[in-house]
């Protein structure tokens, strides 16, 4: 059964720092692309970040390029997403999500950004 739990969240200030992860298990972490998503109030669920099996290939969305790292370790079966320079609208919950089971998420971590 894959698992998928996210921890991390907290409410800062903008301009503050963060790191997320999201301990994996139930599959092959070390073969699996992992995705990191978030979704606003009100909002539809965006796609944020993505990382290949060995971490090799990253890509970010436009909107957190240059503020965020994703990065992984298979040792551990974790997912990270350090994220700096935290703007009010990267208020969200985040998700981690792994293609295993035709998509799997987790719970999500709240990540608040006030003023």
């Known amino acids: 059964q894959v698992q998928l739990v996210e921890s991390g969240g907290d409410s800062v200030q903008a301009g503050g720092s963060l790191r997320l992860s999201c301990e994996a298990s139930g599959f092959t972490f070390s073969d699996s692309n992992m995705y990191w998503y978030r979704q606003g109030a009100g909002k539809e669920r965006e796609w944020v970040a993505g990382?290949?099996?060995?971490?090799?290939?990253?890509n970010y969305a436009d909107s957190i390029q240059d503020r965020f790292i994703i990065y992984r370790d298979n040792d551990k079966e974790t997912l990270y997403l350090e994220m700096n320079n935290l703007k009010l609208e990267d208020t969200a919950i985040y998700y981690c999500?792994?293609?295993?089971?035709?998509?799997?998420w987790g719970q999500g971590t709240q990540v608040t950004v006030s003023s």
């Open positions: 999500q792994a293609p295993a089971d035709g998509g799997s």
């Open positions: 990382i290949n099996w060995n971490g090799g290939v990253r």
